[in-house]
């Protein structure tokens, strides 16, 4: 069967990926390497880093993807927060800056960074299928093992890479709070040498991304929320999008390498652009 029009480009673009992260790899001084990625919400973050993964698996180099929702505070910390912030829709479920377990997110790459053979990493995991949906930190038994040190370690998240923005607040007085988690983050990335920034071209592609990936899970068999509660879910980060977007930069960061790219609908870049660092 002849491949579609939609998959050559796909292929393109996870190939130019590829050869991006192997370059910049190549010169690192020190190992692992460490890449952020931020990408929307359903935009294929999980699929295209477990590709990444099983890529450069086969040249021989240990890959280890990190997802940031993996450090999500637990269901009862979460339900803590939303009561500490009566009122604040941001703050009522999972998914905004200051909703993630810095402490945790910042020990893990830590020990990541500084694995040696023969020490096994526990790496956390969050089962967003718990409680009907609203999530919980899976038991520890459950948590990924890696066994060996990385050479690359790839960290994704939605928000990674999201730099405060005080005048959000004029138009959206409960961002203050976000605004003031946000700095926190910074524990994170001081650990990227590279960054990825994929945005979308249009924030609202977002909610049809997201309502996608609920509907891909709970077909899997797993629990999910409603397609009414993901829309809801999904449109409630809109303005996080809007006031955060702008923010991330190589410049924001200080990583040595950086990629941008823009996606359409297909969550295919909007042109060839050239991967340069």
Known sequence: MMATDHEERT???YQALLRWMLGGYDQAEQKPFFIGMNS????????ITTWLCEQLAERDLVAVA???DDFYVTREAQEALARAHPGNPHL?????PGTHDIELGTATLRALANQAEGCPVTVPRYDKSAHGGNGDRSAESKWKIVESPADIVLVEG???GFQP???AEESDPYLKPVNEALPNYARWCAFLDAFIYIHAQDHRFVLDWRVMAEEKMKAAGLPGMSREAI?????????AYEAFSH???KDTLGVSHYLELVIGRDRLPLARQAFAG
């Open 11 to 13: 292929q393109e673009f």
């Open 40 to 47: 929307p919400q359903g935009a294929g973050k999980t699929t």
């Open 66 to 68: 990190i997802s940031i």
């Open 92 to 96: 009522q479920m999972r998914g905004y």
């Open 158 to 160: 939605w928000m990674l």
């Open 165 to 167: 923005n005080p005048r």
């Open 231 to 239: 829309t809801a879910y999904a449109a409630a980060f809109m303005t």
């Open 247 to 249: 923010t991330v930069s």
